[in-house]
T-cell receptor, first 114, second 113 residues
């Protein structure tokens, strides 16, 4: 049983294209997150959603837009892709956004922009 | 000072060795602390939470020193399967972005036969 799933696992695309990454969790969690892990392996939060409302919006370019059709899904849409967007993007979820709730991560989407 | 700082390693140790990782954090009002483990080309997974009184889970012991803003992870009797990157993770204080975990860059451990 997959707890947090992401598609696609690999994404290779040209600069300037628009792409989406999908994320689904079947844990019944209230909060979902998107992280970016760059080539230096530094993992940094991009967004989180709690009950379909954005509660964290880090200073990421507005080319990145999270979309949550329901509590179980948080998709990431990226417009006008740039070389620097190449990274691994992880989706995660937690029961709620509070101190000690464990975050469960998806397997990651490896994005390569050519 | 970086928000969460770790020695990147790598730590190369033989099986059976004891190894310790250290981590420092900059915000003294941070509320909760964790160690996550990330295998090569895999997602991070929670290893253990870190409590003020210190906590142990089998071969793993985590310690927190709030006065020094310092977190540690001790692994005893290292196994080959312990080879991974260990991420020190801090949750900011209330009033900020709850759930907005701040990850260190990780310490790479390689256990050799």
């Amino acid at each position: 049983d997959t707890a947090v799933s992401q598609t696609p696992k690999y994404l290779v695309t040209q600069m300037g294209n628009d792409k989406s990454i999908k994320c689904e969790q079947n844990l019944g969690h209230d909060t979902m997150y998107w992280y970016k892990q760059d080539s230096k392996k530094f993992l940094k939060i991009m967004f989180s959603y709690n009950n379909k409302e954005l509660i964290i919006n880090e200073t990421v370019p507005n080319r990145f837009s999270p979309k949550s059709p329901d509590k179980a899904h948080l998709n990431l849409h990226i417009n006008s892709l740039e070389l620097g967007d190449s990274a691994v993007y992880f989706c995660a979820s937690s029961r709620r956004a509070s101190d000690y709730n464990e975050q469960f991560f998806g397997p990651g989407t490896r994005l390569t922009v050519l | 000072r970086k928000e969460v700082e770790q020695d990147p390693g790598p730590f190369n140790v033989p099986e059976g060795a004891t190894v310790a990782f250290n981590c420092t954090y900059s915000n003294s009002a941070s509320q909760s602390f964790f160690w996550y483990r990330q295998d090569c080309r895999k997602e991070p997974k929670l290893l253990m939470s870190v409590y003020s009184s210190g906590n142990e889970d089998g071969r793993f012991t985590a310690q927190l020193n709030r006065a020094s803003q310092y977190i540690s992870l001790l692994i005893r009797d290292s196994k080959l399967s312990d080879s991974a990157t260990y991420l020190c993770v801090v949750n900011p204080p209330p009033g900020g972005s709850q759930g907005n975990l701040i990850f260190g860059k990780g310490t790479k451990l390689s256990v050799k036969p």
